[in-house]
């Protein structure tokens, strides 16, 4: 969850894939993960695709890639995550 967006959590494991995977391409041409945004990706999850027509969109996708990260989510670990009732 990013405020009032809610996602699949494999749905944003494989957004934080496709973000990995393409942050690290070719390291002299890195593009900062603040400005990163991965709307061009034909991989993007659909549910994705609204966000892509947000001003924050590269903001959201950050934030989401975080609450993914070593899995904090499945335990309850990370704030963003929703379903840990």
Known sequence: ????????LESVKKL???MD???HINPRMMVPM????PCQEKD???EFRPVCK???APLIFRRLSLAAEDDL?????????????
Do not use: M, T, V, W
């Open 44 to 46: 993007l999850p659909e």
């Open 21 to 23: 995977r393409n942050r």
């Open 73 to 85: 989510c499945e335990i309850c670990a990370n704030a963003a995550c929703a379903g840990c009732f």
């Open 16 to 18: 934080k894939e496709l």
């Open 54 to 56: 947000r001003e924050d």
């Open 1 to 8: 969850q990013d405020g009032d967006l809610k996602f699949p």
């Open 34 to 37: 603040a400005s990163y945004s």
